[in-house]
Nanobody, 115 residues
Framework: VQLVESGGGLVQPGGSLRLSCAASGFTFSRYSMSWHRQAPGKERELVATITSDSSYTNYADSVKGRFTISKDNVKNTVYLQMNSLKPEDTARYYC?????????WGKGTLVTVSS
């Protein structure tokens, strides 16, 4: 299993970014995926989840209405569209899949929201 995140960077408050997570080594279309983030000095937290067929999504209260998770089962990629970014969204963002009770993580991509 390999998960590779990209798309992070420095953005001003109110701006947007789209994160991507390219997956390989497993049958992507069969698995739910999730995005998580970890800010400096804080625990990693769940941001958004999406089912294998994209029929259901769920979001942390802190990002509802601003972030959108999506999944492309042809490109084997999960996305996180982030709008109206706030300084408190600054964190390293990770994608994750779970198989047979084992969690697989990417190395993350850093998002910094600052003026």
């Amino acid at each position: 299993v390999q998960l590779v995140e990209s798309g992070g960077g420095l953005v001003q408050p109110g701006g947007s970014l789209r994160l991507s997570c390219a997956a390989s080594g497993f049958t992507f279309s069969r698995y739910s995926m999730s995005w998580h983030r970890q800010a400096p000095g804080k625990e990693r937290e769940l941001v958004a989840t999406i089912t294998s067929d994209s029929s259901y999504t769920n979001y942390a209260d802190s990002v509802k209405g601003r972030f959108t998770i999506s999944k492309d089962n042809v490109k084997n990629t999960v996305y996180l569209q982030m709008n109206s970014l706030k300084p408190e969204d600054t964190a390293r963002y990770y994608c994750k899949m779970r198989r047979d009770l084992m969690d697989y993580w990417g190395k993350g991509t850093l998002v910094t929201v600052s003026s």
